[in-house]
């Protein structure tokens, strides 16, 4: 479903090392450079301890590289990236608040009235295949409900670019393939509010089922060995 070649984000000789309180610093990424597209869903594949997480926040200007450029629609990043938003493996509900309120928080901050916030949220809630479950609480949910309330969050600012850090692998495999497929089709039907989309994976049928193209990392340090395209 590639539309453009518009860039949203490049990545240029991006290179991360952790200090280590006394030993050598640790060089989780090397020479990393990428580029993602308006239209196309990415894959990232690599071993635990590769550095995938570590790329993700560096692509949403929430960890500067120690060395390298990040670009965003060809502006430097300097900060966090208003347009990217991000989804997890596991994240926090706030127990007390409804999955309504709690979608509303991704709208925090953005200065939006009350009755657009609510209206927003309804939306994304309803595409996510929630709906009906506005004013539930967390503790009321599924697995793969509250996962899909993460993406109702994210999806609520309708970003240019969601990165999604291994977002069903805490999920059984059933409840998984069901978000994957919904996921997929709303893709398909454009009905997704993104652009974009870079998702972190360990599994590679996953990947080939949702990516356009999937990048294989290397490990120690982590930097894209190969890069595959899914005609
Ligand atoms: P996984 O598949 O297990 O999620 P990953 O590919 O996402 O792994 P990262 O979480 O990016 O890998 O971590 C890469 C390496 O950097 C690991 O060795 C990790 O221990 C180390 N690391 C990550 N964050 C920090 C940090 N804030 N300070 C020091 N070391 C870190
Ligand atoms: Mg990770």
């Not at 453009?4 to 090392?17: G, N, P, S, T, Y």
């Not at 479950?133 to 670019?161: F, T």
């Not at 193209?213 to 595959?228: D, Q, T, Y």
Request: glycine share 10%; with cysteine.
């Amino acid at each position: 479903q590639v539309e453009d070649q518009e860039d949203l984000i490049r990545v240029i000789d991006c290179r991360q090392a952790y200090h280590k309180g006394g030993a050598a610093d640790l060089v989780v990424l090397d020479d990393v450079t990428l580029s993602l597209r308006s239209g196309e869903i990415v894959g990232l594949l690599g071993r635990s301890g590769s550095g995938k997480s570590t790329l993700l926040r560096i692509v949403a200007g929430l960890l500067p590289p120690t060395e390298g450029s990040i670009l965003w629609k060809g502006r430097p990043v300097s900060g966090p990236v208003p347009g990217i938003a991000m989804v997890f493996q596991s994240f926090a509900l706030f127990p007390w608040l409804t999955v309504q309120k709690n979608v509303e928080l991704g709208l925090e901050a953005k200065g939006i009235a009350a009755a657009e916030r609510d209206r927003l949220a309804e939306a994304a809630i309803d595409l996510i295949g929630l709906g009906g479950y506005e004013n539930a609480y967390p503790k009321e949910l599924s697995g793969g409900m509250r996962q899909r309330v993460g993406l109702a969050r994210a999806l609520v600012v309708q970003p240019d670019l969601l990165l999604m850090d291994e977002p069903f692998s805490a999920l059984d495999v059933l409840t998984a393939e069901n978000l994957r497929t919904d996921l997929i089709e709303l893709w398909a039907e454009r009905k997704l509010p993104v652009k974009s989309m870079l998702l972190v994976t360990h599994n590679i049928e996953e990947a080939v089922l949702m990516c356009d193209r999937i990048l294989v990392f290397s490990s120690n340090p982590g930097r894209v060995a190969h890069e595959l395209a899914v005609p």
